[in-house]
């Protein structure tokens, strides 16, 4: 089967897990930016958890599906319409052969997860289908989805859940985003950055006290953020170095830049701060012109938070495994 | 070698950051890569990262907890150690890889050789002489970073950056020495190009080069580059 695309949305491209094990040689992981709802997008519709997703930023395309789909879609509350009749959010939904389904503006988030059962079918580049739109590696030479592209999905097995017919129906539960999908926009954790001791007095306060805005110059490399601006004691001299994702680096300008999934794999601007990988899908789903601002936290505190996330996470898909079986 | 001397910075839940020095020196750099091989020979399950003076550690925490599940680094600072320990891995393959560079496409060349006070033949001369280090790949995929480049050849970046530097470009930046694997924006002084391919994702390694290699140039004419891109399939 093929998803045609008739419409690309503002920014789309298929996400997966990451490409690992390609730092050393130049090509960082890139993968979905918000992980948690990727993952959970693949156990609504009983994909294995590597299978790879479409990425969907904040105004989502329009795509025709010339045979019956499952899909769900996670992440980022979208509006969607599948001939019109609108699709819950987080839930299983059958769409039925020749459906035109029409993604608008996002309500809540900035990143939504569309899964199909079995998965998209497009060849993995070194081992992975994320795509790097940055580095321009991955599916699709690499690049956004645009109108009239044609995308195979993987062999759907069958399934009870739904008897057929001619009209989207979905499951009569979903899941409720609350917990993974952050409303009330909480700070974020942050760790003090190797750095850190080198920013001025005022800054080492404003960086747990001040309001940042992301900047729309934000991207999958990195989230620029505006409204408060930090300053170093005196310029340092560094040589570049290895970086990861989640790093809040302090270029010349002042206005730190959050490293993302395709940041460049090395850097050579002070590191500030690191954010909690707790707190990267949260981060994920805020979009240019939202507040962020930080509280401060410790390895120990990041490490428990991030396990306990996980827990939670392992526990939710393995319900979400039962209830489809027993569907 | 072990962790004694070594600085060891956490830097995220998944990523230890070793530190061996702060400058771009070249015994520091061969700290690094001996290290990278001597780790990832022992703990294959850690992804290294070199870089010129740190080596970058990726781990799954998950691997690496205390009987009540949670994260005990002191398991992995005491695995990193043996690993340092252990008998020098030889960083085999020893590879030497020549780069061929038709020079007459450097649009910088004759920039860079007034600002050494020479001519343009002794420039390529002293670039062809020497045997590099590719002390790291970063920037984009493939980017060798080299070490060893005739500091008389060193040369402040351009400053106003390239939007776009073609694929290929041999470039000069600081002290530094390395080639464009794709058309990027960039800022260094372009000395030549090459049509040989430094990144091809249908390749297994996709990358010529990798962290620690040593590396050559040899001088070719526009003929011997049209003749090598049509083979190589990198003809404009």
């Known amino acids: 089967m093929t998803i045609e695309l008739i419409k690309s949305g503002l920014l789309t491209s298929i996400q997966d897990a990451g490409r690992r094990g390609y730092a050393s040689l130049g090509l960082g992981r890139a993968g979905a930016m918000d992980e948690p709802s990727r993952r959970l997008a693949n156990a609504l519709v009983g994909n294995a958890h590597d299978q790879a997703v479409m990425e969907i930023t904040l105004a989502g395309p329009t795509l025709c599906f010339r045979e019956a789909a499952v899909i769900a879609i996670t992440g980022g509350i979208i509006e969607a319409r599948a001939n019109g009749q609108a699709l819950p959010p987080w839930t299983t939904c059958f769409l039925p052969a020749g459906t035109i389904l029409r993604m608008g503006g996002m309500r809540h988030g900035c990143r939504s997860y569309l899964s199909v059962r079995g998965g998209f079918g497009v060849a993995p580049v070194l081992g992975s289908r994320s795509t790097d739109l940055h580095a321009r590696i991955g599916p699709c030479g690499g690049r956004a989805l645009r109108a009239g592209d044609a995308i195979a999905t993987g062999h759907a097995a069958a399934c009870s859940w739904f008897p057929g017919g001619n009209e989207m129906k979905a499951l009569g539960w979903g899941l409720d985003p609350q917990p993974w999908l952050d409303y009330a926009q909480a700070p974020l954790a942050l760790l003090r950055g190797h750095h850190f001791d080198a920013l001025d007095d005022a800054s080492r306060q404003m960086l747990f006290s001040g309001r940042f805005v ?84 410790s390895m120990d505190e990041a490490m428990d938070r991030l396990r306990r996330r996980d827990d939670a996470l392992e526990r939710l898909l393995r319900r979400i495994g039962q209830r489809l079986e027993s569907a | 070698m072990s962790l004694t001397n070594v600085h060891i910075e956490t830097l995220a839940e998944d990523a230890w950051l070793l530190r061996f020095g702060n400058d771009i020196d070249v015994a520091i ?183 620690g290699d040593r590396v050559r140039f040899r001088a070719i004419d526009e003929a011997q580059f049209d003749r090598i891109a049509t083979q190589a399939g990198t003809a404009a």
Not at chain 2, 31 to 38: D, E, F, I, L, Y
Not at chain 2, 168 to 185: D, E, K
């Open chain 1, 214 to 297: 992301i900047s729309r110059h934000s991207n999958r490399t990195g989230t620029r953020l505006e409204g408060t601006t930090l300053q170093l004691r005196h310029p340092l001299e560094l040589i570049s170095e290895a970086s990861v994702p989640g790093t809040l680096q302090l270029p010349p300008s002042g206005q730190p830049i959050l490293l993302l999934a395709e940041a460049p794999v090395t850097g050579g601007y002070p590191r500030i701060g690191q954010l909690a990988a707790v707190d990267l899908p949260r981060l994920a789903q805020r979009r240019p012109g939202d507040a962020v601002c930080f509280t401060e936290t």
């Open chain 2, 29 to 211: 750099n061969a700290r690094v890569h001996g290290a990278a091989a001597q780790i990832g020979a022992a703990l294959s399950d850690i992804e290294c990262v070199p870089s010129y003076a740190s080596l970058l550690l990726r781990f799954d925490p998950r691997h690496w907890t205390d009987t009540q599940g949670r994260f005990a680094g002191h398991h992995l600072r005491d695995a990193i150690d043996s690993a340092l320990r252990g008998a020098a891995v030889s960083e085999t393959p020893m590879k030497e890889v020549v780069i061929p560079v038709w020079y007459g496409a450097g649009e910088d060349l004759g920039d860079v050789a007034a600002h050494a006070g020479l001519s343009a033949v002794e420039v390529i001369a002293r670039h062809t002489a020497v045997t590099y280090r590719v002390a790291m790949i970063g920037f984009a995929p493939g980017f060798p970073y080299l070490l060893g480049l005739d500091p008389t050849l060193a040369m402040p970046r351009r400053p106003t950056p390239r939007t776009s530097v073609p694929a290929g470009s041999v470039a000069i930046g600081g002290q530094q020495t390395g080639v464009y694997p794709q058309a990027l924006p960039g800022g260094w002084q372009l000395i030549g190009r090459t049509p040989v391919q430094l990144f091809d994702v249908s390749a297994e390694p996709p990358s010529l080069l990798k962290p």
